[in-house]
T-cell receptor, first 113, second 117 residues
Framework: GENVEQHPSTLSVQEGDSAVIKCTYSDSASNYFPWYKQELGKGPQLIID?????GEKKDQRIAVTLNKTAKHFSLHITETQPEDSAVYFCAASPNFGNEKLTFGTGTRLTIIP | GAGVSQSPSNKVTEKGKDVELRCDPI?????LYWYRQSLGQGLEFLIYFQGNSAPDKSGLPSDRFSAERTGGSVSTLTIQRTQQEDSAVYLC???????????????FGPGTRLLVL
């Protein structure tokens, strides 16, 4: 089955700087890669996703890159703000997401004011 | 519109008792997923419904766990003879899932926090 590894497990960044979180996956059949943000006491919320036919996707301060050959994908947050502090999870799924998601173990991001 | 809702939000039970957790998906969403999140861990897949049928039950950890979905809407996850290791947050997600790009997004509920004493 699919195995997703996520690094780092914790990340502290000065406000205004950039944050990068990296994930690797094992199953070459995976072709859908969402990123979720989870705040304390809440369920995960989708912030951006990418499909395997695209190498990069941007949405304002958030971008995701995908390297299919190396089987890794990354989340980039620029101009970080205090409200970006949360736990971020990457995930992978085959069949363009119409099946279960396999999640990474999460990254606790802290933005230092 | 309303998002995914789950009840109860918190449940404390004694070891050996049965518990039922409920999920109300977003209206019109055909796919429903249950995940478990243990303290400080990622999300672990339990079971997936397409309509009322469960094509993938591979994540259920033991035969004490079961789930059903009726009317293509509400789902119930039942844990029998609860054990302390069952303590976790149980998350439900739903998606439109009609095989079209952009309809696969899984929207999560707030979860049920289960504590088995």
């Amino acid at each position: 089955g699919e195995n997703v590894e996520q690094h780092p497990s914790t990340l502290s960044v000065q406000e205004g700087d950039s944050a990068v979180i990296k994930c690797t996956y094992s199953d070459s059949a995976s072709n859908y890669f969402p990123w979720y943000k989870q705040e304390l006491g809440k369920g995960p919320q989708l912030i951006i996703d990418i499909r395997s036919n695209v190498g990069e996707k941007k949405d304002q301060r958030i971008a995701v890159t995908l390297n299919k050959t190396a089987k890794h994908f990354s989340l980039h947050i620029t101009e970080t703000q205090p409200e970006d502090s949360a736990v971020y999870f990457c995930a992978a799924s085959p069949n363009f997401g119409n099946e279960k998601l396999t999640f990474g173990t999460g990254t606790r991001l802290t933005i230092i004011p | 519109g309303a998002g995914v809702s789950q009840s109860p939000s918190n449940k404390v039970t004694e070891k050996g008792k049965d518990v039922e957790l409920r999920c109300d998906p977003i209206s019109g969403h055909t796919a429903l997923y249950w995940y478990r999140q243990s303290l400080g861990q990622g999300l672990e897949f339990l079971i997936y419904f397409q309509g009322n049928s469960a094509p993938d039950k591979s994540g259920l950890p033991s035969d004490r766990f079961s789930a059903e979905r009726t009317g293509g809407s509400v789902s119930t996850l039942t844990i029998q003879r609860t054990q302390q290791e069952d303590s976790a947050v149980y998350l439900c997600a739903s998606s439109k899932n009609r095989g079209l790009a952009g309809q696969e997004t899984q929207y999560f509920g707030p979860g049920t926090r289960l504590l088995v004493l």
